[in-house]
């Protein structure tokens, strides 16, 4: 039992001293975790007003149909989404729309998509309402080459 209070003990004073660590060498403030000087504010932006935008995949298939595309759909995480297709569109690489395409294409059947449009809205907050403005939608029509590559089981 002494020995137990006595190794617990040991272990908290540790954990205390450990917080001088990046106090004493200041090169390494940026890497000790969880030392962290004001880690929380690492990425902090300026004050001003809160902006958001609110993006919407839309599918367009053959027969006109309007389709929306959500995470469940692509069967990735939005964060994933964003990165792998969203971010590439919006700086104009048509690519990501093919790849985009085809992973949908797969499990679609006779209705493939032939198009993927990109549609968002930016929110502002302001002191004393919120301002909505639509942004220009991007669309790309899906390459049916691609779209056709043994991709489906």
Same mark, same amino acid.
């Given at each position: 039992m002494l020995q137990s209070k006595t190794l617990l003990s040991v272990l908290?004073?540790? *954990?205390? +001293? $450990?917080?001088?660590v990046p106090m004493l060498h200041a090169g390494e403030r940026k890497r000790l975790w969880p030392f962290l000087v004001w880690a929380m504010y690492k990425n902090s932006r300026p004050a001003g007003p809160v902006e958001t935008n609110v993006r919407h995949i839309i599918g367009t298939?053959?027969?006109g149909q309007r389709v929306e595309i959500d995470d469940k *759909?692509? +069967? $990735?995480g939005y964060p994933v989404i964003e990165r792998m297709y969203i971010r590439p569109m919006l700086d104009g690489d048509a690519s990501a729309a093919?790849?985009?395409a085809a992973r949908l294409n797969r499990w679609r059947g006779e209705q493939p998509l032939v198009e993927i449009r990109?549609?968002?809205?930016?929110?502002?907050?302001?002191?004393?309402s919120i301002v909505r403005r639509g942004n220009p939608a991007v669309s790309y029509r899906v390459d049916p080459t691609v779209r056709d590559q043994g991709l489906r089981p």
């Open positions: 908290i004073l540790l *954990a205390i +001293g $450990l917080h001088a298939t053959s027969d *759909a692509v +069967g $990735l093919q790849r985009l990109l549609e968002s809205e930016r929110y502002t907050v302001t002191e004393s």
